[in-house]
């Protein structure tokens, strides 16, 4: 069974600081997800990457295959930056389980302090 | 703007009532999920739909149903609520390529009382 782990689990940063999330899985994958969730709010997906690195303004996230394993980056952190992250994959269609699916960790609770 | 929108935003029902939760897309995706999410067990999959009137249950299908009827709409049935289902439910799509961007609804919290 796939596992998706997520450190850490709470995250409280000062404005300004460089943040990084990690995300661990166990199985093959077609595509991994990084996800930003407000309080009260739904969840916007803010990465989507199966190889490499992909950046949009201050977030960037990337990915090693092989080591089964991706970190999201936030530089020069904001308040508004505070939600929850979460790590989501698509299992490889190889894996015989259903490829339309995501697992998910538990999510990241980030903090930024003004 | 791509939109998930989900029909109530918050709920409050009672033990045994039959509850109904909607969801429409307007991406023509084919595939269509359900979620519950409480704290400190993140989101598990309900049930989803690949396709219409085709349904698979997920990781939780234990007291629920769901129905596709038509593409755009996938609903969430609760045949008799009990007040373990008390959670934030939340609806999602994605287009059929594998991996392809998941987009959620708002969420609908449901209290049962």
């Known amino acids: 069974k796939n596992e998706v782990e997520q450190s850490p689990q709470n995250l409280t940063a000062q404005e300004g600081e460089f943040i990084t999330i990690n995300c661990s899985y166990s199985v093959g994958i077609s595509a991994l997800h990084w996800l930003q969730q407000h309080p009260g709010g739904g969840i916007v997906s803010l990465f989507m990457l199966s190889s490499g690195k992909k950046k949009h303004g201050r977030l960037i996230a990337t990915i090693n295959i092989q080591e089964k394993h991706s970190s999201l980056h936030i530089t020069a952190s904001h308040p508004r930056d505070s939600a929850v992250y979460i790590c989501a994959v698509t299992l490889s269609p190889y894996s015989g389980a259903g490829s339309y699916q995501l697992t998910f960790g538990k999510g990241t609770k980030l903090s930024v302090i003004p | 703007d791509v939109k998930v929108t989900q029909s109530s935003r918050y709920l409050v029902k009672r033990t045994g009532e039959k509850v109904f939760l909607e969801c429409v897309q307007d991406m023509d995706h084919e595939n269509m999920f359900w979620y519950r999410q409480d704290p400190g067990l993140g989101l598990r999959l309900i049930y989803f739909s690949y396709d219409v009137k085709m349904k698979e249950k997920g990781d939780i299908p234990e007291g629920y149903s769901v129905s596709r009827e038509k593409k755009e709409r996938f609903s969430l049935i609760l045949e008799s609520a009990s007040t373990n289902q008390t959670s934030m439910y939340l609806c999602?799509?994605?287009?059929?390529?594998?991996?392809?961007?998941?987009?959620f609804g708002e969420g609908s919290w449901l209290t049962v009382v």
């Open positions: 999602a799509s994605s287009s059929r390529v594998p991996g392809n961007t998941i987009y």
